[in-house]
Every structure is written in structure tokens, then in C-alpha cells.
């Protein structure tokens, strides 16, 4: 069974998986370069690394019309509790087997500030394991740090990694986080929503696969990967 990745634009991303459906960061509404309104997404579960606006984006309202529970930290799954979300708690470095897969809590050199000022605990990366064995390492917004090293080493199919920098890594750091993480895939995301993160993804995925084996696939808002 195959399981599929689509990037909307920004950070948000869908994952199909054994008949499930997750939405990963789902920052539809005042994001640019949404290929789909919040109104569309209908999803299973609902993963929110930290609680930048641009990554709790549209969570509440999808959840409580979808009733899908929230998976994320312990601080924000708190705050979503007291709004009437269902919400699974983790935290960094636990792992549970949810329906759709085995889904550990990476570190991630961030913030976490909620939309109304409330603590948010760390951020958070995702590291996925489907029921087939596919491992999905989602970054989320992070910084470079050598511990890259370590998610590497359980055998990473695809890792989705931010490129934009200023926020998060630009695309000389997210090519030294290939290189530590050494996935089969790459795909770069949260770059190019708005002029303070632009960057060209062609010309990164061009370096990647001439520095790396990791073969580099740059999605439009919208687009598609199927990891066989
Ligand atoms: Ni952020
Ligand atoms: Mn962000």
C-alpha cells in the first residue's frame, strides 16, 4: 500500500495512509500560497508541531467540523482541550502507535508561542512509521542541529525539510541536514510563502542530488508524492 504526501503550500502537508488521512500544520487561511481552503480538508488526525500561527493555522476549526483528534505536544494539547478539541498528547522523543503508524515526537530548534500568547511548550518534529514500514521524517520548523544524525540512523524513506530561512534553515543548512539524515527522498517546504522566505527550490534539489544520493522532488502547492 502506498502512502502519499501532498504539500498545500507553506508547511502544510497531507499524508494518505493506509486509509487514513492526516494533516499536518494546517495554516490554509492568510497563507498565500494555499492550493485549498480550510473549508476542503478533511482529515482523520490533525498533527501541529508548535504553536506559530503559521502552523496551528486553521487546526481548531478543521477538527471540530472533521472531529479529528489533535496530536501535538502536551502544552498545546492542553490549550486545544480547554476549546473543546480532542487532542492526544506526546512529547519529545515518545512515540505511540496511533491507527495510521507508529509516530514519534523529534526535537526542533524553535518556538512554540500560541496565537494568544499561552505557553507552547517545545516544538516539535514528526517521525512517522507507516503499517507498511515507510519512515517520514518531518522536520517542521527547526534550525540545523547535529542530532539530525541520530533520526537518520532508523533508515528515513523521505524527510520534508524547511529551506526558507530567516525562521528556520535556508538551503545551505537543510543540505548539511541531508547529509546527517541521509534519506532515500527529500522534499523542501516553507519557502517562498511570502518574500522574506523565498528561495529557489530547483536550484537546491540540484545541489542536493549532485552532493548526496538523496534523490530531491520540488512540489507546487498542491503537488504530490508517492513513496512506493
Ligand atoms: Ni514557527
Ligand atoms: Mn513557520
Given at each position: 500500500m502506498n502512502t502519499i504526501l501532498?504539500?498545500?503550500?507553506?508547511?502544510?502537508?497531507?499524508?494518505?495512509?493506509g486509509g487514513y488521512k492526516l494533516l499536518i500544520d494546517p495554516f490554509f487561511s492568510g497563507n498565500p500560497a494555499a492550493s485549498l481552503a480550510a473549508s476542503q480538508a478533511s482529515p482523520d488526525f490533525i498533527l501541529v508541531?508548535?504553536?506559530?500561527?503559521?502552523?496551528?493555522g486553521d487546526a481548531i476549526p478543521i477538527a471540530k467540523r472533521c472531529g479529528a483528534t489533535v496530536i501535538c505536544n502536551f502544552e498545546i494539547a492542553n490549550w486545544l482541550e480547554k476549546q473543546g478539541i480532542q487532542a492526544h498528547a506526546q512529547h519529545i522523543g515518545g512515540g505511540h502507535?496511533?491507527?495510521?503508524?507508529?509516530?514519534?515526537?523529534?526535537?526542533a530548534m524553535h518556538g512554540s508561542a500560541l496565537p494568544?500568547?499561552?505557553?507552547g511548550g517545545n516544538p516539535a518534529g514528526f517521525l512517522l512509521t507507516t503499517n507498511t514500514g515507510k519512515k517520514i521524517y518531518m522536520?517542521?520548523?527547526?534550525?540545523?542541529f547535529g542530532d539530525m544524525h541520530l533520526?537518520?540512523?532508523?533508515?528515513?524513506?523521505l524527510a520534508v525539510l524547511p529551506i526558507g530561512d530567516n525562521f528556520t534553515m535556508g538551503p545551505a543548512d537543510a543540505l548539511r541536514a541531508v547529509k546527517l539524515l541521509q534519506p532515500r527522498h527529500v522534499i523542501p517546504v516553507h519557502y517562498n510563502t511570502w518574500g522574506l522566505i523565498a528561495q529557489d527550490p530547483?536550484?537546491?534539489?540540484t545541489r542536493v542530488e549532485a552532493e548526496t544520493p538523496t534523490k530531491a522532488h520540488v512540489l507546487k502547492p498542491g503537488g504530490a508524492f508517492t513513496i512506493s
Open positions: 501532498t504539500w498545500y503550500g507553506h508547511a502544510t502537508l497531507g499524508l494518505e495512509t508541531s508548535h504553536g506559530h500561527d503559521d502552523h496551528v502507535q496511533h491507527p495510521f503508524g507508529y509516530l514519534k515526537l523529534t526535537q494568544d500568547g499561552s505557553y522536520a517542521c520548523d527547526t534550525g540545523l533520526i537518520g540512523e532508523e533508515g528515513i524513506d530547483v536550484a537546491w534539489a
